[in-house]
């Protein structure tokens, strides 16, 4: 449901920058010799040359679409050179790609609050920027505007082609203009720059809107395309919304759009404008209706969110009619794959960054043998996560068979190895709910971590441990993947081929992507109806890729050699027995999974893992076991013998003593402890 969230100011400067044809410019930057030439990139597969998922603007200018295959694009423009997307464990590799975006992100993030929307979009929030260039250098105090100002698109500004240079100019450099609007024209001033500043690093073109909110800037990036801006003035946003289909809008696609069209005859934003915020309220609820209304008049009380980091990690692949897998084997191969991929990215996550994964979640698209059960819908569902590429398989081949189990319930005759019954067209895990880790503790989790996963049993897994997917988050990327996966293209991606684009390469904050893309494709559509100016092809192909930072190669291979190594030279480490076996009871208390859901997500809120301090002074950890009681530990730290700190690596044994140490206890033993105590639930080692 979407949320109505007030605007803080209407003066604030937001804008959204989205990379031109993007997976094209990283090929062609690897090979210069592409630049100027139609070029598409292409997800090869031997039908009819696979399929295109990004196409240069030179390629356009020829015909040449992203729904297109292979063999089409070059029927209908002979020169193009059609790149292949990178290849790696018999899928495809996007690292190349996300490593680009993330260089473009270093660069945007400097001039104010960053929040990275997919692999190739950024929302920034430039509002102290723009208010301190308006206090120190106004525009009008300019003597020389550079071009790349100047030739911003402005809404509403009428001219001649011929003088619109010379209106843009008057435009921002008015002296008697309204502040929100002296405050935009800074705006204009800074992405401008921001976007030189990326071509000239990285050789990568860029466009961006510019606005006061992010549902405003998003819409206005993809009207002029490719390597341009467009600002939202206030005075425009109301021409600009007007003529909008209403399905097209970000949320209204399914359900709630279909409603508004059906119940109460809106098909445009405008017409919504003729109902009262009372009337919406009583038809859609309080919160959906004053939802409706803002929308209606271009309020989006949305804020950037500081995020340079992915929401997720996720990767899979579709496996589209023949091709569909149609045994256990046939899925464990794939998940054992899949599951090298998210440990090495996690571990990449967990070097460079700090941070640490807490759900697994596996989604599948499947059908059955009988054309009656086709309807049903494989269920996605999630387990806390454990790293380490094995238990990662482990616990995804038991996601798989609850799912399995669930999605053939009504034909259990389907259900087992080597059976026929089924076939699962699509496949992918992903790794969310990521929260940093305490500073100072990384080396200490490193070590623990190594330790749980060469100390650990095979686990019994227990379906009460996995949880559906769909009831993760209410604003994560889950909760918007689920819709996507489930009633997928009822929006602006009618046909199967898109859906297959995407699931094939986009699994990680899927959601947005899927809906910001759409949304970047529907801005371009819009720019026909609300501006004169140029219109690029109007796209309505699926999503757009996930977005994750660094290439992972080799992470989980080092961390295991290592922990292989502390193994041999420690045997059983007893401060790992420690705290693996103190002071734990289990409370007989029954909770439900949704129980088990709010657990989780105060620990990404608050405290890194759920751990609350105890009475004794020691560190109290709640956890779910096996049977879902609770099982409450108290971990105390006078306990400890601090000689079993010896058996620790030295790099870290000092990081111990500290924690230790009865003057740092207070400050320490939260902070500390709360990862270590996480590590050592027993959870994370049945
Ligand atoms: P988009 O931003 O949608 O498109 P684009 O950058 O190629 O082109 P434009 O200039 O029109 O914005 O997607 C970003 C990248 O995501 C794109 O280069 C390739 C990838 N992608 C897919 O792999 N599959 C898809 O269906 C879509 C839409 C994108």
């Given at each position: ?42 997800q090869?597969n031997?039908w009819?040359?696979g399929g295109?998922i ?31 997307v990178?290849?790696?464990r018999g899928k495809a590799?996007l ?217 997720s990690?996720g990767t899979g692949k579709t496996f589209p009619g023949l091709n569909c897998l149609k045994t256990i084997?046939a899925i464990e191969r794939w998940l054992s794959k899949f599951s090298?991929e998210l ?18 979640t596996l989604h599948a698209s499947a059908h059955k ?5 086709s309807q049903k819908k494989f269920p996605s569902k ?14 995804a081949l038991?996601l798989f068979?609850?799912g399995l189990?669930?999605y ?14 089924w076939g699962i067209t699509n496949l992918s895990l992903s ?38 997917a769909a ?6 990327s889950e909760?918007y993947l689920m819709k996507h996966l489930q009633e997928p293209q009822?929006?602006?991606h009618?046909d199967g081929t898109k859906m297959n684009t995407l699931m094939q390469t986009h699994l990680e904050?899927e959601s947005?992507m899927f ?26 192909d699926s999503v757009g890729e996930d ?140």
């Amino acid at each position: 449901m979407p949320v109505a969230r007030p605007e803080s100011s209407d003066s604030r400067v937001i804008a959204h920058v989205d990379m031109d044809c993007f997976y094209v410019q990283v090929e062609q930057r690897k090979q210069p010799e592409l630049r100027g030439h139609p070029t598409a990139v292409v997800q090869y597969n031997a039908w009819k040359g696979g399929g295109l998922i990004a196409v240069s603007y030179e390629a356009r200018s020829f015909g040449v679409k992203r729904s297109m295959r292979g063999d089409e694009a070059k029927s209908v423009c002979p020169e193009i050179q059609l790149v292949r997307v990178p290849v790696a464990r018999g899928k495809a590799d996007l690292s190349i790609y996300r490593n680009a975006g993330s260089e473009v992100v270093a660069i945007l993030s400097r001039k104010g609050r960053c929040e990275r929307a997919s692999i190739d979009e950024v929302y920034l929030d430039l509002t102290d920027a723009a208010e301190k260039m308006l206090s120190e250098t106004p525009p009008e105090s300019l003597e020389v505007i550079d071009d790349e100002v100047i030739k911003s698109h402005v809404l509403g500004i009428s001219a001649e082609p011929s003088d619109v240079r010379q209106a843009v100019r008057e435009w921002i450099c008015r002296s008697n203009a309204d502040r929100r609007d002296k405050l935009l024209a800074c705006g204009a001033f800074i992405v401008a720059e921001l976007r030189m500043q990326v071509l000239k690093e990285t050789q990568f073109s860029c466009s961006a809107g510019i606005a006061h909110n992010k549902m405003l800037a998003k819409l206005a990036s993809g009207m002029n395309k490719p390597a341009q801006q467009t600002v939202v003035p206030f005075v425009s946003i109301k021409s600009l919304l007007e003529p909008l289909p209403i399905r097209k809008m970000k949320q209204l696609g399914g359900k709630l759009g279909c409603s508004l069209q059906d119940d109460l005859g809106v098909n445009t934003v405008g017409d919504l404008l003729q109902f009262s915020e009372g009337r919406l309220q009583e038809r859609y609820g309080i919160n959906t209706g004053t939802w409706l209304w803002n929308i209606a008049r271009g309020i989006n009380g949305d804020e950037v969110e500081s995020r340079v980091l992915p929401k997720s990690h996720g990767t899979g692949k579709t496996f589209p009619g023949l091709n569909c897998l149609k045994t256990i084997a046939a899925i464990e191969r794939w998940l054992s794959k899949f599951s090298e991929e998210l440990a090495e990215r996690l571990e990449v996550d967990l070097e460079q960054n700090k941070r640490i994964a807490q759900t697994l979640t596996l989604h599948a698209s499947a059908h059955k043998a009988t054309e009656s059960q086709s309807q049903k819908k494989f269920p996605s569902k999630s387990c806390p996560l454990r790293y380490g590429t094995t238990k990662i398989l482990e616990d995804a081949l038991n996601l798989f068979q609850a799912g399995l189990r669930e999605y053939l319930s009504s034909s259990s005759k389907a259900y087992g190895n080597g059976c026929s019954g089924w076939g699962i067209t699509n496949l992918s895990l992903s790794a969310s709910k990521i929260v940093d880790i305490p500073s100072g503790t990384c080396s200490i989790m490193k070590y623990f971590h190594t330790q749980d996963q060469s100390c650990s049993s095979t686990k019994e897994f227990n379906d009460k441990e996995i949880f559906e997917a769909a009831t993760l988050s209410t604003s994560g990327s889950e909760s918007y993947l689920m819709k996507h996966l489930q009633e997928p293209q009822t929006e602006c991606h009618e046909d199967g081929t898109k859906m297959n684009t995407l699931m094939q390469t986009h699994l990680e904050d899927e959601s947005r992507m899927f809906e910001d893309k759409a949304q970047t494709n529907f801005s371009r559509e819009i720019s026909s109806l609300s501006t004169p100016v140029k219109k690029n092809e109007p796209q309505l192909d699926s999503v757009g890729e996930d977005a994750v930072i660094k290439d992972a190669a080799g992470g989980n291979r080092s961390r295991d050699q290592k922990g292989k190594a502390l193994k041999e030279k420690q045997g059983t480490s007893s401060i790992l027995q420690f705290f693996q076996t103190k002071n734990c009871f289990q409370e007989p208390k029954e909770e439900s999974v949704n129980d088990m859901q709010e657990t989780t997500e105060s620990s990404c809120s608050g405290k890194a893992d759920g751990t609350v301090p105890s009475e004794s002074g020691g560190i109290r950890s709640l956890h779910r076991g096996a049977d879902q009681s609770r099982v409450d530990c108290i971990y105390k730290i006078d306990e400890i013998d601090p000689n079993v700190v010896d058996e620790l690596p030295r790099e870290i044994q000092e990081e111990v003593r500290a924690w230790l140490r009865p003057q740092k206890r207070a400050n320490n033993t939260m902070r500390r402890g709360s990862s270590i105590t996480h590590y050592f639930s027993p959870n994370k080692n049945l």
